[in-house]
Structures are given as C-alpha cells and as structure tokens.
C-alpha cells in the first residue's frame, strides 16, 4: 500500500510538473500577443510550439525563440503604423560602466544612433539601464542576440510591456568587447572616426603611435581591465605626432582619442604593437 501510495505520487508530481511547464510556455506566448489575437490563433500556436521542449533551453524558456516563432509565424507584429517612441529597459547583474558600453556598442551596430537614456539604477540584485528613441518598429529580439552574441553576451528573458515597451534581461558572465586585438610585431592604421578608438591590448607590452603633419592631435588615452574599471588616464594638452607608450600590466582594453574633439584627427593613425605579455 505504501509502495502504491509513494508511486502514486511520483506520476501526480511528474505530471503536474508538465502543466507548470505548459502554463510557464503559455504565459510566454500571450505575454507578446493582445488577447483576441492569442484567443483567435490559439490552435495554431499549439501546432507551431510543438514540441513545447524546444523552446526550453536549461530548464527555462528561451524568450527569443519564442518571439521569433511567433513573428515568423505572422503573429507577432513589430512595426507601427507610424514613427512611435519606442522604450526599450536592459537588465544585468554586469557591471554598470562595462554593460552601457556594449549596449551602445550594439545599438549602434543596429542602427539605433539617436536615444535618451531615460533612467539607470543600481541596486544590490542588478542594474537597469532604460532608454527611448523615435522608431517605426520595436526591436528585433533574434537581431539583437545575434549582435549580442558577438561581445559575449546573451538573453534571458524578454518582457513585452506594451507594443512599445520592451525589457530585455541580460546575461554578461562571459562578456567582452567586440575589438580588434593587438598582437605583438602588429601594424594597423585607424581611420578618421567621430568616434573614440578601442582596442585589446592584453596580449602586447608597448604601443607607439603615429599621427601625420596634418593632425592636431591632443592624445587623450585611458586603460582600463576586464570590467571596464579605469587604471589610467593620459592627457596631453599640446599636439603629438608621435607618442610611446608601455601598457599597464593588468589592462585589457585601451581608448583612443583627442582631450579636446575628435575632428583634431583629420589622418590616421598608425600603430606599432611590440612586447608579448
């Protein structure tokens, strides 16, 4: 009787340990769908998240997929009818400074250039970062993983808030900048940007950079570790054609750029990468 008892319970438990995980797969799907449109298409749904283990990656539900069978299924919309303010909230247990530059990076890698940020806060649990731009469309959730993916980051979880609010959970355990490393015994060049040059330079002692006759550069150089934590800061306030410069022992990445504008820097710059750490 007790044996009896104790299987029945194995099977009840197993069982309904199924249904929460319907109900969790369920929930998902209407939270990016309004109801008529869940309700309408509810068969169809049934037939295109079969099997529903596919759309569970570690035990939990993989939110890009989801949205993404839904969107390429013609259920789940992303333009608007008109340019709409689009509010976008990431989430991260990552640190602040590392996080916000490989969301800028990565939105500007899909073409999201003109945004505000709207709020950030830091608490003990994670960091928030929310924004918002003028947009004819909400963000791609598979496009921004795949653009993600490139600095080592990936997406939990995506909350639909409303067609033009999205929260997107960010997982950057394994992050990294999305930069050219240098090696040792390396030339390259950079190209006149409006932007500030980063690189890897963990692999390399020492760098020496050229700037051509026609520069006015002002090199305005920071260091920084692994997180982003900022160890050294160079300014030099009168115009260098060429500087040298020993790496910290301990940095990873290295900003390039001018103390005063960018525009200073009308050539390239050419770099010589010596020294293997």
Not at 37 to 45: H, K, L
Not at 152 to 157: L, V
């Given at each position: 009787m007790v044996k009896f008892l104790l299987g029945f319970i194995l099977i009840f438990s197993f069982l309904n340990a199924e249904d929460v995980s319907e109900n969790l797969l369920t929930l998902k799907i209407k939270s990016f769908l309004d109801e008529d449109?869940?309700?309408?298409?509810?068969?169809?749904?049934n037939v295109i998240f079969d099997p529903e283990s596919a759309f569970y990656e570690n035990r939990r539900i993989n939110s890009v997929k989801v949205a993404q069978t839904l969107k390429e299924n013609g259920l789940l919309k992303l333009f608007f009818t008109s340019p709409r303010e689009l509010k976008l909230n990431f989430k991260t247990r990552g640190t602040p400074l590392f996080f916000v530059k490989i969301m800028g990076d990565t939105l500007r890698n899909i073409s999201y250039y003109r945004y505000v940020t709207r709020a950030s806060n830091l608490d003990a649990s994670e960091f928030t970062w929310n924004i918002s731009l003028t947009s004819e469309y909400a963000t791609d959730p598979l496009v921004l993983e795949q653009e993600l993916q490139k600095s080592?980051?990936?997406?939990?979880?995506i909350e639909r808030n409303s067609p033009y609010e999205w929260t997107y959970v960010i997982d950057m355990d394994n992050a990294y900048l999305d930069i050219e490393v240098l090696t040792s015994r390396e030339d390259i060049r950079l190209k006149r940007s409006l932007y500030a040059h980063w690189l890897n330079v963990s692999k390399i002692k020492k760098l020496n950079i050229s700037s051509s006759r026609r520069n006015r550069w002002y090199p305005y150089i920071s260091y920084y570790d692994a997180s982003l934590h900022l160890l050294k800061v160079i300014r030099e306030d009168k115009i260098y054609?060429?500087?040298?410069?020993?790496i910290p022992q301990n940095a990873k990445y290295m900003k390039?750029?001018?103390?005063?504008?960018?525009?200073?820097?009308?050539?390239?710059?050419?770099?010589?990468?010596?020294?293997?750490?």
């Open positions: 449109t869940y309700n309408e298409n509810s068969e169809f749904i080592g980051c990936k997406i939990t979880d054609h060429y500087i040298k410069l020993d390039i750029s001018d103390l005063y504008t960018m525009k200073n820097i009308r050539d390239e710059l050419k770099l010589q990468a010596q020294g293997v750490k």
